[in-house]
Nanobody
Framework: QVELVESGGGSVQPGESLRLSCEAS????????LGWYRQAPGQLRERVAD???????NYATSVKGRFTISKDATNTAVYLQMNDLKPEDTAVYYC?????????????WGQGTQVTVSS
């Protein structure tokens, strides 16, 4: 059974930093990528950043230059270094793993970790 567990969320002031971690277990198949999404109250879940197994990264425009995604060599852990946090970064952050499933894709999600940025 696949399980993703996030950690590292918390409450910080604008301009401060946080580092999120996500550890995956039960991964017995090939994956396409690992990523981070977030969902603010009343908003749709949005992609923050993702990283392929080869290390290629993509970022949402709103976080580019402030956030950095990385992973471990076994593709079972993904991290999100968040610098210069802004109040609009407040959300529940979810880690994600995408796997190929025939011609389709399948996603696995963690339970989420709250990030609150407020003065």
């Amino acid at each position: 059974q696949v399980e993703l567990v996030e950690s590292g969320g918390g409450s910080v002031q604008p301009g401060e930093s946080l580092r999120l971690s996500c550890e995956a277990s039960g991964i017995t198949f090939s994956i396409n990528s690992l990523g981070w999404y977030r969902q603010a109250p009343g908003q749709l879940r949005e992609r923050v950043a993702d990283i392929t197994t080869e290390g290629d990264t993509n970022y949402a425009t709103s976080v580019k230059g402030r956030f950095t995604i990385s992973k471990d060599a076994t593709n079972t852990a993904v991290y999100l270094q968040m610098n210069d946090l802004k109040p609009e970064d407040t959300a529940v952050y979810y880690c994600n793993i995408e796997r190929p499933l025939g011609t389709a894709k399948q996603w696995y999600w963690g339970q989420g970790t709250q990030v609150t940025v407020s003065s």
